[in-house]
Nanobody, 115 residues
Framework: QVQLVESGGGLVQAGGSLRLSCTASGGIFAINVMGWYRQAPGKQRELVATITNTGYRNYAESVKGRFTISRDNAKNTVYLQSNSLKSEDTAVYYC?????????WGQGTQVTVSS
């Protein structure tokens, strides 16, 4: 069973930066997709960014140019560097591990951006 442990959320002022981390363990396959989704109060969960094990990246339009996703395959860890944060980035951020059509989710980490 895949387990995901997230860290790095918190409170930051608008224009600031945060770095989220997520480490996967248990039944990890080399070919996979990892990434981040987020869910704001009263809204559906939405894509932030994903990255494949070969480094292909996909970003939501709302974060392009501000957020950077990366990963360390040796550590089964994915990172999200979030810069120029805006109040609308406030949400619970969930880590994703995807393999063979199955999605596994982390417990979520709160990111709050104050204006």
């Amino acid at each position: 069973q895949v387990q995901l442990v997230e860290s790095g959320g918190g409170l930051v002022q608008a224009g600031g930066s945060l770095r989220l981390s997520c480490t996967a363990s248990g039944g990890i396959f080399a070919i996979n997709v990892m990434g981040w989704y987020r869910q704001a109060p009263g809204k559906q969960r939405e894509l932030v960014a994903t990255i494949t094990n070969t480094g292909y990246r996909n970003y939501a339009e709302s974060v392009k140019g501000r957020f950077t996703i990366s990963r360390d395959n040796a550590k089964n860890t994915v990172y999200l560097q979030s810069n120029s944060l805006k109040s609308e980035d406030t949400a619970v951020y969930y880590c994703l591990y995807r393999n063979s059509g199955l999605d596994y989710w982390g417990q979520g980490t709160q990111v709050t951006v104050s204006s």
